[in-house]
Nanobody
Framework: QVQLVESGGGLVQAGGSLRLSCAAS????????IGWFHQAPGKVREFVAA????????FYADSVKGRFTISRDNAKKTVYLQMNSLKPEDTAVYYC???????????????WGQGTQVTVSS
């Protein structure tokens, strides 16, 4: 089992940057694929990015490719989401999630954090 805590959200102007962190507890962090999802008001939760256990492979939603970068530091049990060139439509609550395997478009992680708010002003 793994517990996840997000941080780093806030208010930023369009074109700006934020870096989100997802800190995990538990002894087997390196056994989990970690991902980020976001949920805007009135919308369903959507996949943003994921990174495999070793960090060797990453996956992104089309809407964030070229702007967001996911990375992980297994020694620190932390995953990061660097968000650049932010747009007002990126405004949402961002959730960190974990699962033993990544299954593509149907991925439904087992463990979730509480979320951190990101607001991008125009």
């Amino acid at each position: 089992q793994v517990q996840l805590v997000e941080s780093g959200g806030g208010l930023v102007q369009a074109g700006g940057s934020l870096r989100l962190s997802c800190a995990a507890s538990g002894r087997t962090f390196e056994n989990y694929v970690i991902g980020w999802f976001h949920q805007a008001p009135g919308k369903v939760r959507e996949f943003v990015a994921a990174i495999t256990r070793s960090g060797g492979s990453t996956f992104y939603a089309d809407s964030v490719k070229g702007r967001f970068t996911i990375s992980r530091d297994n020694a620190k049990k932390t995953v990061y989401l660097q968000m650049n060139s932010l747009k007002p439509e990126d405004t949402a609550v961002y959730y960190c999630a974990a699962a033993r395997y990544y299954t593509g478009s149907s991925w439904s992680p087992d463990y979730w954090g509480q979320g951190t708010q990101v607001t991008v002003s125009s």
